[in-house]
């Protein structure tokens, strides 16, 4: 940073991929990491480490790495546990690309999968008996939106000496710190919540320094570092994010409400009827801006989809437009069947993402929509 008076509001968008060095020594020093520098686009980026530092401080973690999306984010952290003839114990209900991973990417590594319903203690405890790689859980699940004790998970992962890995993409830092409640690592896809504006794929990996090292360098190996300017998206999004989950969460809030009145079967977990509601209000400072309702077939629930006028049907969540899916058909279509319905992901389940649109316009919409199912 040069020495002058004033300084930049915003994080500039350092839009360098190739440097160039004194001499062939320093060069050498600085790919090698002997010496501190930049050195290549996929080894790193000063917008993309201030990005870094802003979800490890918000994750209170001593350090993180950034990512080109999500998947990036769990694969190289999966991968930094599991090895050929390892197995990874993961919970049943999660996000289908993260499914289609462990399910078809994994075993052609020779990695094992175990789905395990983590809530039963009993069930952890057996699975942990033989030796596991890691853990992999949502805090809030995608798209069932069940809790989970990231507490006690942590604590029986502990002890077995079993890294517990969070994907804390559906709750965000801003309503809970996995690290805080015993979590070895804790990840995002940063195209949700963090960005919250549907125009940036990311992803953040926050944890210990010493195994954030390992995983920076598989993110290079990969090639699934960030880019400057996706980073400088997210940077933009974090500014808003306290603002954006507390709207978000209380519109949701108000929806769900609504929705259960007038007689459907919703899921969010700061409703009294929420399997996991005692958890939740315990563990979570809101409930977030995610909703299931389950309208008991396909057909019930494209309706009411396509019924819907300010909440798009679309492909994500976590922006700042509402938005409608059918996990079943789309997010989640890479789930074989039984699969699909031991994670309790019906054919009639919506999944609404709760934008910061005004409310008594959404209550309206949703309304109406629910009178065409
Ligand atoms: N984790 C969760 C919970 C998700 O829902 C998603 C995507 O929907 C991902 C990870 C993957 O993130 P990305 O789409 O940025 O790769």
Redesign the pocket.
Known sequence: MPEVAELPMSTPIWQVADYGFESAETYADVINERREGQVYGRYGNPTLEALAKVMASLEKAESAWVFS??????HATLMHFASSGSRVVVAPA?????YGLLTQGFPRAGIDVDFVDLADEAALERALERPAACVLV?TI???TFRVSDIERVARLCKAQGVPLVV?N??ASPVLVNPLDLGATIV??????YIGGHHDL???VVCGASELLDGIRHLAIRYGTTASAFESWLALRGVATLGLRMQRQSENALAIARELEAGGAEVSYPFLESHPDNTLAVTMLRWGGGMIAVDLGSQNAAWRFMNACRIARVG???GGVRSELTHPATT?HRQFDQADREAAGIGDGLVRISVGIEDLEDLLEDFKQAMEEV
């Open positions: 999306s999500g998947m990036g984010a769990i999660i996000y289908g690309g993260t949502e699940a995608n798209p994907d993409t559906v990840l995002h896809s940063t195209s949700k794929m990311g992803g492909s994500s969540f997010s």
